[in-house]
């Protein structure tokens, strides 16, 4: 997937610009997009999948305006955990490497916990 830096995408804490490049929080949502998208046409019917772990190496800076290429592809399928090897690029540079694990759950066993997720608030 193709990502466009935007001013929004900038190294933020608590509404204060740190650093006016891609950000690792944008980084790494958008390694999550791109893992998802990379999965989802092989579920059968009636699964889904949550999110289990993302681990990236933020390597170089992208500018805002910048052009953030990333590519997930899926490395490893075992059982229910389905892990996707990420890069992100910019057209000069590798910017990020990393991986993104989920796990296959039936949906309806996935609503139940997320019902009981809310639920179990205080």
């Given amino acids: 997937m193709e990502i ?3 001013p929004e ?5 608590d509404g204060r610009e740190i650093h006016a490049v891609y950000s690792t929080f944008w980084l790494c949502y958008h390694a999550e997009v791109a ?3 990379a999965i989802e046409p092989y579920f059968e019917e009636g699964e ?3 999110g289990g772990e993302v681990c990236m190496r933020h390597e ?3 500018a805002v305006g910048d052009t953030v290429f990333l590519k997930a592809t899926v490395s490893e399928v075992k059982d229910k955990k389905i892990v996707c090897t990420i890069e992100a690029r910019t057209a000069k540079k590798r910017v990020a490497r990393g991986h ?4 296959i759950l039936p949906d309806k066993v996935l609503k139940s916990m997320v ?3 809310k639920e ?3």
Avoid: G, P, W, Y
């Fill in 100 to 103: 993104q694990t989920q796990i």
């Fill in 35 to 37: 893992a998802r998208k």
């Fill in 48 to 50: 889904n999948a949550v």
């Fill in 4 to 6: 466009l830096v935007t």
């Fill in 60 to 62: 170089a800076m992208a």
């Fill in 9 to 13: 995408m900038t190294a933020k804490l």
């Fill in 115 to 117: 019902l009981e997720a």
């Fill in 120 to 122: 179990n608030i205080f």
